[in-house]
């Protein structure tokens, strides 16, 4: 417990060493502590190596079948809170589709590029983090199935079953290149418009493809669907039906990181969450902007060199994965390197997830606040969006980014160990096949930190 106690002072700590910072959302601000960030980087990537080095060493498991009960979740509340936020957010749908086409089209005081970029996808994300997977409820696609299913008074597929060779790889195309390139890389998110028709197009392949195949569709072919399950299992909380309710279970957040995933292309889309979120921070950094523009003037391109850009970097580093995967299986003297990838995936979740929330709650807070303030002209009069980020000084703002990445590498350190000694036959073999996944980590680690120290540029 002491050992324990003792890692939680020093990544505290680390929220103070800090240099010379440029914050996503908080742009231009600087400030300057007395450290430089060497100090911190080593200090963080140590952090993450001693942590490794205590478990093997003393060769403990983590708790991962602890869980505490909570509160129980009445059945006519969950029914209420489940059904008003269906209704809620669908509405938000509607309204997104009419507001991007026929509203004003300025981004900041359009409901549907405030809504969609901000408060759903990077919200619904940082929800599924906090309080587990919201979307089955959520998701519009899987309402208006619903709807039609009602109508025709059963399920409809007209093909029998998901073709199975094609696995998750329809998810990962689409996150690809709904969140990695059209969010990123394009000024579709400034566009009403364009925001519209990219969400009328995406809900209209849903509803077809499960019109098609059945519901099953939406488990394997929707890009937001894996994307919140896979950060749900960094979530703390599960729930558990009882006769008189949903009783909440809670739980270390590297519990459910230490289940396999189920099929490879889950793989890939763990490794391409990792990467597209810290690819996003990448993209706002001065080296970016001078990398992009030296590949244009060397290949004679446009705007597509971005593209590129991440798409090489996406499949380096799903390689660097891969080649992480086949040392450890020969570490670990077997197992196959691609049993090992499913097995050891999702332990590096928690990293995506400390990312995703460190990079994006500023944003989604504030643009959740002027959300409200547009619901609220729509309804009675224009009135201007609450400023919710005042309180939110650069020094903590940064201080928390750094506390939240390298507690998510921690996290994710236990949760491999824990997949190592229960993999592996003896302790010395976890050992082994754990470190090529440590190194990676601790090097990741440097790397997150490095990426959120540098100034913003737009």
């Not at 983590?62 to 809170?81: E, H, L, M």
């Amino acid at each position: 417990m002491d050992k324990r106690r003792s890692v939680l002072i020093l990544l505290i700590a680390l929220t103070t060493f800090v240099d010379v910072v440029g914050a996503h959302q908080i742009q231009n601000s600087r400030f300057t502590a007395p450290i430089p960030l060497s100090l911190l980087f080593g200090g963080a990537g140590v952090t993450v190596a001693a942590t490794a080095a205590w478990l093997a060493v003393t060769g403990e498991r983590s708790a991962t079948a602890r869980t505490w009960d909570g509160v129980v979740i009445p059945t006519n509340i969950a029914k209420f809170v489940r059904y008003g936020a269906r209704a809620i957010f669908f509405s938000g749908f509607l309204v997104t589709i009419a507001r991007g086409l026929f509203g004003p089209q300025i981004a900041a005081e359009n409901f549907a590029t405030v809504f969609v970029w901000a408060v759903w996808f990077k919200g619904v994300g940082l929800l599924s983090i906090l309080i587990g997977n919201p979307w089955r409820v959520l998701s519009p696609w899987r309402t208006l199935y619903d709807g039609l299913a009602r109508i025709e008074g059963s399920d409809i597929a007209l093909v029998d079953e998901y073709p199975s060779w094609l696995g998750y790889w329809p998810a990962l195309g689409g996150f690809i290149v709904g969140i990695g390139i059209l969010e990123n890389l394009t000024v579709v998110p400034r566009s009403p418009v364009a925001t519209a028709i990219v969400i009328a197009g995406y809900a209209t392949m849903m509803v077809l493809g499960a019109v098609v195949f059945g519901r099953e569709w939406f488990r394997y072919a929707d890009a937001l669907s894996v994307l919140y399950q896979l950060f749900g299992r960094v979530a703390p909380v599960d729930y558990r039906s009882v006769d008189d309710g949903y009783r909440v279970v809670v739980h270390p957040p590297w519990t459910n990181c230490t289940h396999p995933v189920e099929r490879f292309g889950l793989v890939a889309f763990v490794v391409a969450t990792v990467y597209t979120v810290s690819f996003d921070g990448f993209t706002n950094t001065p080296e970016f902007q001078s990398l992009l523009f030296s590949l244009r003037d060397l290949l004679t391109t446009g705007p597509e060199t971005s593209v590129l850009v991440y798409v090489l970097g996406l499949g380096g580093f799903i390689a660097a994965f891969v080649i992480v995967s086949m040392a450890m299986q020969i570490a670990g003297a077997g197992g196959g390197w691609r049993n090992t990838a499913i097995a050891f995936a999702p332990t590096v979740l928690p990293i995506a997830a400390a990312y995703e929330v460190a990079h994006n709650y500023p944003f989604v807070v504030e643009r959740l606040g002027r959300l409200m303030a547009i619901a609220w002209s729509l309804v009675l009069s224009p009135v201007g969006p609450p400023n919710l980020l005042g309180w939110l000084s650069l020094p903590v703002f940064w201080g928390s980014q750094v506390l939240l990445i390298v507690a998510g590498h921690v996290i994710a350190v236990v949760a491999a160990h824990t997949v190592a000694v229960e993999r592996y036959e003896t302790l010395a073999r976890a050992r082994r096949a754990h470190l090529p996944l440590v190194m990676l980590m601790v090097g990741y680690t440097v790397i997150s930190l490095w990426v959120i120290s540098r100034p913003v540029v737009s």
